[in-house]
């Protein structure tokens, strides 16, 4: 009986091994790096932008400064990756005139093209005002597996 019983228990332990559901965690991408592109804002007009950016685990950040008709404007920007290629997160601007202005911000990175962009709608302050960003990778710095090594720009 003690045999029986033993291969009973092995035959329900594998059993519930093969029926347990397996979840996989998307590979999140590292954003590190520099970046130049656009941004468009509401109340601010389009301008030129340069960007560097820091990342640790699913979180980035890191400044966007964007060169508009009445100066260069800085972002401070967070990220929060919550799949592959999307982040939510925040935006801080400190203007000279001593206004401060915070935003909520959506972003998509495509790791195909290097291609960082989004949008964002104030929150606090600044009522009424929003834009969108398009930032492409100039450079890598931290190179976080062999795949990515193939695929990232040169490294800064």
């Not at 909520?104 to 949008?119: C, E, I, K, Q, R």
Request: charged share 10%.
């Amino acid at each position: 009986m003690r045999v029986h019983e033993k291969i009973l228990a092995a035959t329900v332990c594998l059993a519930l091994a093969g029926c347990g559901s397996s979840t996989t965690t998307p590979v999140i991408p590292n954003i590190s790096g520099d970046y130049s592109g656009t941004v468009q804002d509401t109340q601010g007009g389009s301008g030129s932008a340069t960007a560097t950016f820091a990342q640790t685990g699913t979180s980035a950040g890191g400044t966007i400064t964007d060169n508009e008709t009445g100066g260069a404007v800085s972002m401070q920007t967070s990220l929060k990756f919550t799949s592959a290629t999307a982040a939510s997160g925040a935006i801080v601007v400190d203007y000279s005139n001593g206004t401060t202005c915070t935003f909520s911000t959506n972003a998509t990175y495509n790791s195909t093209t290097n291609v960082l962009s989004g949008s964002y709608t104030a929150v606090t302050n600044c009522t009424g005002d929003s834009g969108t960003f398009s930032l492409t990778q100039q450079c890598s710095d931290t190179v976080t597996g062999i795949d990515r090594r193939m695929s990232l720009p040169a490294r800064c």
